[in-house]
């Protein structure tokens, strides 16, 4: 089975898309035993990627990036997940945060921040969700309370990704409680030696294991007014809604890469296994499962091609977003499920690729909105 290849693949892309692959495999595979063991990876390899060009390719080089668009975000985010090498939060740096500064940020910010992000110096983390509030974003409890020329903060953050490491926080907060959505605005904080930020632990989860998932927690932090995302308060909870569709469409094309990794580990397995003294993959219900499988993946990536094709031109919708994050993300749980099961014993032996992708791809119908979630803003198009 060939890799994917979409229409938008450029030769430079292409030369991009196997620097990426030769980076995961030499850089990132070799450890993600031992960055689970430990909950994050080490911080030399930010700088490493960085040095490699793998931190923010899609932003323009006047401020260290790559000078690329998100085509290259989608190529990294693919290519770690068939790789299933997800301990680096490069989504979050580079495909997330970095564009929330690019779009949002004013020139002194994007000069200050940018260029140290792109080459791994500075690790971003964005921390929307709290212990009461995930999809419910509205509902976030963390207040920022202007003093003279500072913001003075309270609150608490839960699963972070990028948490441990995380240099510069891009933080949900509201500016004022009494606005509810209208209220919410996004701080920049630059957490090194910030006196009341403290960094709880690493969280203990199902997959991901070697990314460091973390709580943080803000006591009476003060932050100068100069670090608020945007030029005014109470445009947090629209800039969300503007870069969300983005996010989605990572997860979805993560989704894809660990479908195709799936199918591609399982076709291999059931060639080499016998069972009744024949290859598995000679009995028909296993050959069926990997026709209807592939066909899957197929349809996904024809779609998801044309959904990224949207985004580049920045056309893409929120409605399309969201059917792409839950479609894809359910196809890649149903997929992996089926190919463990043709594993049999072995699938559930985490040796085994297929074992660590399933364990990896649940939380894809959970995180960047709940797959629920996403049938609801579609639900309210009609």
Known sequence: MSAYRPSWLTEDMAIFQQSVRRFAAEELVPHEERWAKQQHVDRQTWLRAGEMGMLCPGIPEEYGGGGGNHAHNAIIGYELAYAIATSLGTNVHSAISAHYLLRYASEAQKQRWLPRMASGELVAAIAMTEPGAGTDLQNIKTKAIRDGDHYVINGSKTFITNGHHADLV???????????????????????????????????????????????????????????????????????????????????????????????????????????????????????????????VTIARTFIDDCLDKMIRHELDAVTAAKAKWWASSQACQIIDECLQLHGGYGYMLEYPIARLYINTRVMRIYGGSNEVMKELIARSF
């Open 170 to 296: 891009l933080l949900v907060c509201k500016t004022d409680p009494s606005l509810g959505a209208k209220g919410m605005s996004i701080i920049v904080l630059e957490v090194a030696d910030l006196p009341g930020f403290r960094r709880g632990r690493i969280l203990d989860k199902l997959g991901h294991k070697g990314q460091d998932t973390s709580e943080l927690f803000f006591d009476d932090v003060r932050v100068p007014v100069a670090n608020l995302l945007g030029p005014v308060e109470g445009q947090g909870f629209v800039q969300l809604m503007q870069q969300l569709p983005e996010e989605r469409m990572f997860i979805a094309m993560n989704a894809l890469g660990a479908m195709q990794r799936a199918v591609e580990e399982t076709i291999k397995y059931t060639q080499e296994r016998k069972v009744f003294g024949k290859p598995l993959l000679d009995m028909q219900n296993t050959r069926f499962k990997l026709a209807e499988m592939q066909t899957t």
